[in-house]
């Protein structure tokens, strides 16, 4: 039989051990801890914090209506990439809420604002809805009032006051700096002529004023293409009607267009490029060039143009002005064009981590541990409803929006906001993207 004292004194120096390990073990060894150094930290991923649930009525999905914008050649990712303003339209909109379509012709948008959700209804399906860029206090959403005829609208938020409407084409789009929305739509092609956008800026925090038209009358600028037009009479019917400040330019495949600013258009193509700027009220051209003209957002311009004997020179310029600087002969090629990158002095960078000539960026990890984590809630809903296996075939759908800090999550009958892990890649996101 053990004695007693050798019990006790056993049980004290365990316990003693024990209190060393609990004390000692979060410090690394050269701290005088017992853990490895540099303990990844997605081994703490294995949960995140619900911050707000939306539970979908069955029919009912963030899906929009299937619209594209006129310089998008492929449908936009359901779950959409950083959240910015330069990507297409995204039914998951930055960290405030959700676009939603349901049966019968109807739609909301949903915003969580002071722990409760908001409701914004409307009696036609969504093509398109963003929030401003800058303050988040504007919602600009387009509609499908019937075949091949579509109504823009910019909201006030959280009162939902219309501030104005308009005519438009199936999307719309805020400028980055979220001063002005931009709209339009494609004008009806005389005989066989080529396709003409009929584009226009409406500001976001003023009246739209008096409908200006832009006239290609620019001194030293070559004259307009055959059949733009210059006067607004020359409009049809609907261009007329179509308010805000106007430009018509003629639009071929593989052309495209951005607007940095309230007050710059960028306008490029396989037939070359133009800057446009607001002056007096109109649009008016800068420069025109040839070359193929592509967005490095959200700080420049990029411009890859022929020079004659010497093969091609790449070129970039700030967004508010034209002012070109050659890039060295040893960067790497630029990728292809594609909205969803977000560039820096050194390299770019997408949410789904391809990168251009990027190390600096911590890579992304959290998009597979989140969809772990909520697979068992996707077969959950599978089990309840059998439109899920329709809409997720696959699993949760996760919307990342790393420069906010959040997450959206669809597994089915349900729409999660959860907030991610402070890791250092979303706190350099958020410095470089908001």
């Known amino acids: 039989m053990i004695p007693q004292r050798y019990i006790i004194a056993s049980l004290f120096i365990a316990a003693m051990l024990l209190l060393f390990a609990v004390v000692q073990a979060p410090r690394p060894v050269s701290a005088g801890g017992v853990t490895a150094e540099g303990t990844p930290a997605m081994m703490n991923l294995g949960s995140f914090e619900t911050l707000a649930e939306f539970r979908l009525v069955d029919g009912w999905a963030p899906r929009f209506q299937g619209a594209q914008d006129p310089d998008q050649s492929e449908a936009w990712p359901f779950e959409g990439g950083f959240g910015t303003p330069w990507e297409p339209a995204t039914p998951y909109l930055a960290d405030q809420g959700l676009a939603l379509n349901g049966p019968g012709g109807h739609s909301e948008v949903v915003l969580w604002r002071g722990l409760e959700w908001r409701h914004y209804r409307f009696d036609a399906p969504l093509c398109s809805a963003r929030l401003d860029p800058s303050k988040g206090n504007r919602l600009l959403v387009t509609l499908q009032m019937g075949p091949s005829r579509f109504e823009t609208r910019l909201l006030e938020v959280p009162e939902g006051r219309i501030l104005w409407s308009a005519q438009s084409g199936p999307w719309s789009r805020f400028s980055w700096d979220g001063r002005v929305a931009l709209i339009g739509f494609f004008e009806p092609p005389e005989g066989h002529g080529e396709s003409r956008l009929l584009l226009s800026a409406l500001p976001c925090d003023a009246e739209p004023g008096e409908p200006t038209l832009a006239g290609w009358d620019e001194p030293g600028l070559p004259p307009p293409p055959k059949g733009v037009a210059t006067r607004a009479e020359a409009l049809t019917e609907d261009g007329q009607d179509l308010p805000g400040l106007r430009v018509e330019i003629p639009w071929h495949a593989g052309d495209r267009m951005w607007i940095p600013r309230g007050n ?37 311009m990029g411009l890859v143009e022929p020079v004659p004997e010497e093969g091609m020179i790449r070129l970039t310029s700030p967004l508010a002005k034209v002012e070109w600087t050659e890039v060295a002969s040893d960067v790497p090629p630029w990728p292809a064009w594609d909205p969803a990158w977000a560039w820096r002095d050194n390299g770019a960078f997408d949410a789904w981590d391809q990168r251009w000539n990027e190390r600096a960026l911590p890579p992304e990890r959290q998009r597979q541990s989140l969809f772990e984590s909520y697979r068992s809630e996707w077969r959950s809903a599978m089990g309840l409803r059998i439109s899920v296996k329709g809409w997720l075939p696959r699993g949760p759908e996760i919307a990342l929006r790393e420069p906010f800090g959040v997450a959206w999550i669809w597994v089915g009958d349900r729409v999660l906001l959860v907030r991610l892990v402070e890791v250092e890649r979303v706190r350099m996101l958020r410095k470089l993207l908001r």
């Open 264 to 300: 710059r258009l960028w306008h490029g193509g396989p037939q070359g490029w133009t800057a446009w700027g607001l002056e007096g009220g109109r649009w008016r051209r800068l420069v025109v060039g040839t070359g193929f003209l592509s967005a490095h957002p959200p700080q420049q």
